[in-house]
């Protein structure tokens, strides 16, 4: 199984992008999804998070901001971000609890996905 972050990339203050976090491989199902972000001499910290049925959760710092959503027919989680701030600049990782079809879960983390907001 493996997991990939996408859609990074040099955004102005106020500006928006879309964050792709996809598992590809042998997958009985996709679990709890979370997007991660680390920014530069700070620790990682989780953004937002949503379940297998759908409900979400999300830092403070990103609420109404930040949307979070799955499409399971395509292994796809997706991160939108609107009217990102200097401070949203960080590495994006997602994480995800993947059951094989002998049902066993595992944790997979994608490799991160540069965001950058310019003030």
């Known amino acids: 199984v493996q997991l990939q972050a996408f859609g990074g990339g040099l955004v102005q203050a106020g500006g928006s992008l879309r964050l792709s976090c996809v598992a590809s491989?042998?997958?009985?199902?996709?679990?709890?999804v979370g997007w991660y972000r680390q920014a530069p001499g700070k620790q990682r910290e989780l953004v937002t998070a949503?379940?297998?049925?759908?409900?979400?959760n999300y830092a403070d710092s990103v609420k109404g901001r930040f949307t979070i959503s799955r499409d399971n027919a395509k292994n796809t989680v997706y991160l939108q971000m609107n009217s990102l701030k200097p401070q949203d600049t960080a590495v994006y990782y997602c994480n995800a609890l993947i059951s094989d079809y002998y049902n066993r879960a595992r944790d997979y983390w994608g490799q991160g996905t540069l965001v950058t907001v310019s003030s």
């Open positions: 491989g042998t997958i009985f199902s996709i679990n709890a």
């Open positions: 949503i379940s297998s049925y759908g409900s979400t």
